[in-house]
């Protein structure tokens, strides 16, 4: 076993040991297979089951172990359709971060686009980061983090692409 593996690799490296769906192309037409499909949705639900039981019964050791399993067979379920999840998972970390505002000029001039675009948003403002790299733009009365106006939405078709 090798520990420079991605979470993802590890996933195929099981997969790979017991005989388990493990695509490299996307499974386009995954759909078509209802009982792959509806074995990797329970597996995911019943995870999250037990992650809703842990929180209920305050047990912090049961928590961990739930969100450690949700992650394993959410990545299961993405070899076994196909979907490589750690580049999946680049993209839309690289989409997340274009939410925040690289300049001051930037997070007010987004502020000023919800305060004329989106009533919905009663107290848009802005903050520096945390580490201080960035704005953040959010609706100060709900806390809600708000998207800069250079958000760029998060783009799959190189995963698509053979």
């Given at each position: 076993?090798?520990?420079?593996?991605?979470?993802?690799?590890?996933?195929?490296?099981?997969?790979?040991?017991?005989?388990?769906?493990?695509?490299?192309?996307?499974?386009?037409?995954?759909?078509?297979?209802?009982?792959?499909?509806?074995?990797?949705?329970?597996?995911i639900e019943e995870e999250v089951g037990e992650?809703?039981?842990?929180?209920?019964?305050?047990?912090?050791?049961?928590?961990?172990?739930?969100?450690?399993?949700?992650?394993?067979?959410?990545?299961?379920?993405?070899t076994s359709f196909g979907i490589d999840l750690?580049?999946?998972?680049s993209l839309i970390h690289d989409s997340n971060?274009?939410?925040?505002?690289?300049?001051?000029?930037?997070?007010?001039?987004?502020?000023?686009?919800?305060?004329?675009?989106?009533?919905?948003?009663?107290?848009?403002?802005?903050?520096?980061?945390?580490?201080?790299?960035?704005?953040?733009?959010?609706?100060?009365?709900?806390?809600?983090?708000?998207?800069?106006?250079?958000?760029?939405?998060?783009?799959?078709?190189?995963?698509?692409?053979?």
């Amino acid at each position: 076993m090798n520990n420079m593996q991605s979470n993802f690799q590890k996933i195929i490296e099981f997969h790979k040991a017991f005989g388990l769906d493990n695509k490299e192309e996307p499974q386009t037409e995954v759909f078509d297979d209802k009982k792959l499909v509806d074995l990797r949705v329970s597996l995911i639900e019943e995870e999250v089951g037990e992650l809703k039981d842990a929180i209920k019964e305050r047990d912090f050791t049961e928590v961990i172990d739930a969100l450690g399993d949700i992650l394993y067979v959410v990545y299961g379920a993405g070899t076994s359709f196909g979907i490589d999840l750690d580049k999946a998972f680049s993209l839309i970390h690289d989409s997340n971060m274009t939410k925040l505002c690289k300049t001051e000029e930037e997070a007010i001039q987004t502020v000023e686009w919800y305060k004329e675009n989106e009533s919905r948003y009663d107290t848009p403002a802005y903050r520096l980061s945390d580490d201080k790299k960035y704005y953040v733009v959010y609706n100060e009365s709900t806390g809600k983090i708000l998207k800069s106006i250079n958000y760029s939405p998060v783009k799959f078709d190189s995963m698509l692409s053979n």
